[in-house]
């Protein structure tokens, strides 16, 4: 009894600390758009031919345009604008919206959210998982700064 109890102490010891990302093995992997190959992220292109501009990303000063039945309209910054960000497991988003606009609830599977006003009023909320199912929503203004946890159905 005593060696499943140590057992099981060590499982939940050792599930909790591999929940994280891992540590990266090089300075970085800026991601080849144009490799063919599968791997667990973007393959990295020969780290002697980065530059200043796979790092770089301009235009999130411009306002998206709201004008579609949303009323609202993101502008990522992801691999897919930042070749560098790949394999670091962040990623960053402008999103405009017009009075009355919406962001549908949905999930970030392994991606926690922290979100921050810029200008005018939003409300916030997300649900926990089960069995509770709970609202947790708030109305956010100007400054104020609200997170999402990883996983859970959020707007
Ligand atoms: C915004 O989108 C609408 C609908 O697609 C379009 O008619 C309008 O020209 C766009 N406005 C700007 C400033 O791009
Ligand atoms: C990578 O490719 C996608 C689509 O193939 C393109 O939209 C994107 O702009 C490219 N990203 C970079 C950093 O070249």
Redesign the pocket.
Known sequence: MKLLVLTVFLYLIASHISASDPSPLQDFCV?D?YSKVFVNGKVCKDPKLATANDFFFAGLDKPGNTSNPLGSKVNPVNV????KLNTLGISLARIDFAPGGKNPPHTHPRGTEIITVLEGTLYVGFVTSNPENRLISKTLNKGDVFVFPEGLIHF
């Open positions: 991601a758009n897919m604008q930042i070749s």
